[in-house]
Structures are given as C-alpha cells and as structure tokens.
C-alpha cells in the first residue's frame, strides 16, 4: 500500500492499541537509558545528513519534506521519544531529560512508577 506521495504505509492490525503500547516502550527506553538513546539519535543524525548530502538523498529529502506519512512519523517520534532528543546535543545526555524527570516529580502522579514497571495509566 502507498500513500499518494509514493512512500510506503504501513498497515497495523489494531494501529492504536500497537502504536499506544510502541510510544510507551519508546518512552521507557528514553527515561531508562538517555545516554544510549541520545547516542543512538546522534548516529541516526549524522547517517542521515551524510545520506542527504548525495544526490539520491537529497532527492529523498525533498520528497520526505512534503510527505504527510513524514509529518505523522515525525509527531510519533517525538511522542515516543518524549522530544528529549536532538540532533545537535552539545553531549552524551539528553538536554530535556532533567526537566522531564523533574516534571513527572512534581506531577504527583506515579508517572515513574508505571514508565519503569511498563505498567499502564
């Protein structure tokens, strides 16, 4: 199945309840693990500018730039990976990551609780 941009869809059975299950593991992987996933990020990144920097990947990018599957698939990222990532991260650590922590803190909310458990709201 492709969208009328060309690129792919991916096709779920229950997208919802999956997509819900994926962000919330993406979630815990991020608050468990920020330096892996900040490093991770960073090689993606940098992948990634090195393909756009070639004629087929500058082709891709302009057709990914206006892309509505792109759009989505960026906003689940970000979702998924609490928007604590960033390509141009001075270091190791999420930048975000101590005003997420601080945040899910002050909430009053067993928020930790349920991220490290992998328990639901």
């Avoid at 990914?64 to 960033?86: C, D, F, K, Q, V």
Wanted: glycine letters at 10%.
């Amino acid at each position: 199945m492709n969208e009328p941009d060309g690129l792919p869809a991916l096709a779920l059975r229950d997208a919802e309840e999956e997509l819900d299950v994926l962000l919330r593991e993406a979630q815990a992987f991020v608050l468990q693990h920020p330096i892996a996933a900040q490093s991770i990020y960073s090689v993606l990144v940098a992948e990634g500018r090195r393909a756009a920097a070639t004629p087929e990947g500058a082709a891709l990018r302009t057709q990914l730039a206006r892309s509505p599957l792109a759009r989505r698939w960026r906003e689940a990222w970000e979702i998924g990976t609490l928007n604590a990532l960033h390509s141009d991260a001075e270091g190791p650590f999420p930048a975000e990551f101590g005003d997420l922590l601080f945040a899910a803190a002050s909430s009053g909310r067993p928020l930790l609780g349920r991220v490290f458990s992998g328990g639901g709201t």
